[in-house]
């Protein structure tokens, strides 16, 4: 049976740049549609990179702060400092460096505002934060399970927090301070705005991604816990590939900062509250509901 159609003498059916030069515009064969904007199968933009040295120069600065920060650290516990003194000062010299290198990469290179590094939060971070922290606890409870069963030696890295002396309320509002706002926005900026925006200038995008979350474990290595640094450094690697996941997917690392003080949060509460106290377990429940992120301070 012949077609009642005349044989096509105009461009397939499609979305073309609009006529007009604003967006783009559906063409059904025949005629333009009035239905405007981009169908919803448009390819997303590219991820925003930096320069691999803006990455660099990150990872060197974090690393020099930790180490002059263990030293500080060190003559201030042998000087007996009080404890909320203590905190401010390590996490002045802990993180203070790094954020003075952000805030030159922002300037510089990342057109000097802090979208450049993905601090944009929306009102679907909401969801998307706490989606991202089950998913990380959730990675984080399988990672468990395979080192307990292959032995691997663990050490919490709350231990030291849970030590000092938690008896005084300006002690904890130190605590709540550093660990569920200052060491969220803090390394979120760090190893997912500028560390991932780095590598994925160089590298494809899951070597990238899993570089800078085995980089983010790493960095909370302490030679004091010994060979337990070993499934600590994988249980926070997993947990930073996480993060680094939900901040390539998203663009931006709103979600991520909301999930790290999620994931910090837990650890506070759980210490606090004291319910673990009287619980003799070779991994603490503590780290694997969420320490995992907690910072070195």
């Given amino acids: 049976m012949s077609s009642p159609l005349p044989p096509p003498t105009s461009a397939p059916a499609g979305w073309y740049p609009d006529p007009s030069g604003s967006g783009v515009r559906y063409f059904d064969g025949r005629a333009w549609t009035p239905t405007f904007g981009a169908p919803a199968f448009a390819a997303r933009p590219p991820h925003p990179t930096l320069p691999i040295s803006a990455a660099i120069g990150a990872l060197v600065t974090l690393?020099?702060?930790?180490?002059?920060?263990?030293?500080?650290?060190?003559?201030?516990?042998?000087?007996?400092?009080?404890?909320?003194?203590?905190?401010?000062v390590l996490v002045l010299v802990n993180y203070g460096p790094s954020v003075a290198w952000a805030w030159h990469v922002r300037r510089s290179v990342a057109g000097g505002t802090w979208a450049g590094l993905g601090w944009q939060f929306r009102w679907g971070d909401l969801w998307r934060g706490p989606v991202?922290?089950?998913v990380s606890v959730g990675v984080q409870l399988i990672v468990g399970a395979l080192i307990l069963l292959l032995g691997v030696p663990y050490t919490s890295n709350v231990d030291d927090v849970g030590d000092l002396d938690a008896t005084t309320r300006s002690y904890r509002v130190a605590i709540v301070i550093v660990l569920v706002?200052?060491?969220p926005v803090v390394e979120e900026i760090i190893?997912?705005?500028v560390v991932l925006r780095g590598f994925l200038s160089r590298m494809p995008v899951v070597v990238a991604i899993v570089?800078?979350?085995?980089l983010f474990g790493s960095a909370h290595v302490d030679p004091v816990r010994g060979a337990g640094n070993i499934g600590l450094a994988i249980a926070l690697s997993m947990a930073g590939i996480v993060l680094g996941g939900s901040a390539y997917l998203t663009r931006r690392i709103g979600p991520t900062v909301i999930a790290h003080a999620i994931l910090n949060g837990v650890v506070v509460i759980i210490l606090f509250s004291g319910v673990l106290d009287d619980v003799d377990v070779q991994l603490d429940a503590i780290a694997w509901v969420g320490s995992i992120v907690l910072s070195r301070a």
């Fill in 63 to 88: 690393i020099v702060s930790l180490l002059v920060g263990r030293q500080v650290g060190e003559w201030m516990a042998d000087a007996q400092w009080p404890v909320v003194p203590y905190l401010v």
């Fill in 211 to 214: 570089a800078q979350g085995v």
């Fill in 191 to 193: 190893f997912r705005g």
């Fill in 132 to 134: 991202t922290y089950l």
């Fill in 181 to 183: 706002v200052a060491a």
